[in-house]
């Protein structure tokens, strides 16, 4: 952290003595205060990840909520949020901010999570609505944000962002996250590789002092069934298929057939058909996410905005590319090579773009994927590329011909080509080993809270 931001937290904990007793008082519990607690089994703030207690005051329309947060390891002054929402997600929630300034202080905020398409949080114009000011207190300590304030039950309708602000007189979701500000005390996105954000399981009502818990993440399903789609269509099943059809026709053309069509035919064939299929359904799933909305690229949400419209890219690319596999000329028909290079550059071409479109899906905030599972993506490439120089290399030093293409047109198999068919198929199961290890890893870590 930065050194002066370390002193004043320092200073602040000091002057204000602040103790995680004096703060949150847990005793009450189910009794006079209502808690929810993260994870479920934790019975001290300083051993939860998420804390908070509410409870009525002595005046009617108001709730008091203690609030306590865990930070992650961030360079900058860290903030905390919590929000309610009509469901366990983002979108049109309504959030408290308890952030941290440079001094050490802790100020609170409102703010709301627009709806579709980019649920970014934003600040009211008027920061205080709905909380009484006379009540804030904060505190950070042993990386933990303390923050308690007050909130009205009912909003004054007559004020023009009363409808951001919800009434806390229906039982709602409530909200979790943390992350590091910006300049000026500005909230900056939520860092999923320290703190996940966490959403309850259940409606909290807020009149009711129940003593709950939980450990839902924010790992929305729609995501996670969208990311385990693409990860096995394009590192599993594209990769195989076009591995097939690039490098064992020497191989497989001779081992029989399978419908009437060589085996290496039909694998890549069924491999790349259901990709297709695999992708359609991955992107009905996170269109339905999406309300059936269209995301367009935003500048200020930075360049993995553009990922859904790489997505979509790649999926015409497939489909362009299946059209034009099913048109391909007779062997020795003198059109066939160029069937054969556009077919290659639309493959190709989209299981580049794909590893591209992976790559910028494991940085987005709403994806929950670690830090590390870029360089995964980044392993998957590689591996690819190796993959690619072996065999090329192979196919140089055992043959003068380029492509295996050629010699099959005329039904001849170099003997030298013949004698290495052991290392190539031993080259096909390592890589195949490779990749399913990969995607494996990826796939999990879009499914398990880490």
């Known amino acids: 952290m930065d050194l002066g931001f370390c002193v004043a937290l320092i200073l602040t904990g ?7 007793e004096r ?6 519990c189910g009794v006079s205060k209502g808690c929810y607690r993260v994870p479920n089994k934790c019975s001290d703030p300083l051993d939860c990840v998420y804390f908070l207690t509410w409870q009525n005051t002595s005046t009617s329309n108001e709730v008091h909520f203690e609030y306590a947060a865990l930070f992650g390891n961030h360079s900058k002054p ?16 309504s959030v408290v901010n308890c952030i941290v300034w440079q001094t050490g202080n802790v100020s609170v905020q409102m703010s709301y999570n627009m709806q579709s398409p980019h649920h970014d949080n934003h600040p009211l114009n008027n920061t205080y609505l709905g909380l009484v000011r ?34 806390l007189t229906l039982p709602y979701y409530i909200l979790f996250a943390t992350g590091p500000t910006a300049a000026a005390g500005e909230k900056d996105i939520h860092d999923f590789s320290n703190i996940d954000p966490y959403a309850s399981s259940v409606k909290i009502d807020f009149s009711k002092y129940s003593d709950l818990g939980g450990d839902k993440s924010l790992k929305n399903p729609y995501i996670r069934a969208h990311a385990t789609l693409m990860i096995f269509a394009w590192i599993v099943l594209a990769s195989l298929g076009m591995f097939t059809s690039r490098y064992m026709k020497n191989q497989w053309n001779e081992n029989g057939t399978v419908c009437g069509k060589p085996v290496w035919f039909q694998v890549h064939r069924l491999s790349m058909v259901f990709v297709l299929a695999l992708t359609l359904a991955a992107t009905l799933v996170v269109f339905a996410y999406n309300d059936w909305k269209f995301i367009t690229p935003n ?19 497939l489909l362009v590319n299946l059209v034009v596999g099913n048109l391909r000329p007779d062997i020795y028909s003198p059109y066939r090579i160029y069937f054969w290079v556009f077919h290659a550059f639309f493959g190709l071409a989209s299981h580049i773009l794909a590893a591209v479109t992976m790559f910028l899906g494991v940085l987005q905030h709403k994806a929950q994927m670690p830090d590390w599972t870029r ?20 196919r140089i030093r055992y043959s003068e011909r380029p492509p295996d293409y050629f010699a099959i047109a005329n039904n001849e198999v170099d003997d030298a080509v013949t004698k290495v068919a052991a290392w190539r198929c031993a080259v096909m199961i390592v890589y195949s080993i490779g990749i399913i290890v990969l995607a494996l890893v990826l796939i999990v870590a879009a499914n398990v809270d880490m």
């Open 134 to 167: 006379s009540s804030f207190e904060g505190a950070v300590i042993d990386s933990r944000i303390f923050c308690n304030f007050t909130r009205l039950r009912v909003i004054n309708s007559s004020d023009p962002e009363s409808d951001r602000v919800k009434n």
């Open 375 to 394: 360089w995964i993506v980044v392993a998957f490439a590689f591996w690819r590329i190796l993959a690619d120089v072996v065999m090329t290399s192979t």
């Open 299 to 317: 500048v200020q949400s930075g360049v993995t905005s553009i990922h859904p419209t790489l997505g979509v890219t790649v999926g015409v690319l």
């Open 23 to 28: 703060l949150i008082d847990i005793d009450e």
């Open 78 to 93: 860290p903030w905390a949020a919590f929000g309610v929402a009509d469901a366990p997600r983002m979108p049109g929630a």
């Open 14 to 20: 000091i002057s204000l003595a602040f103790s995680s």
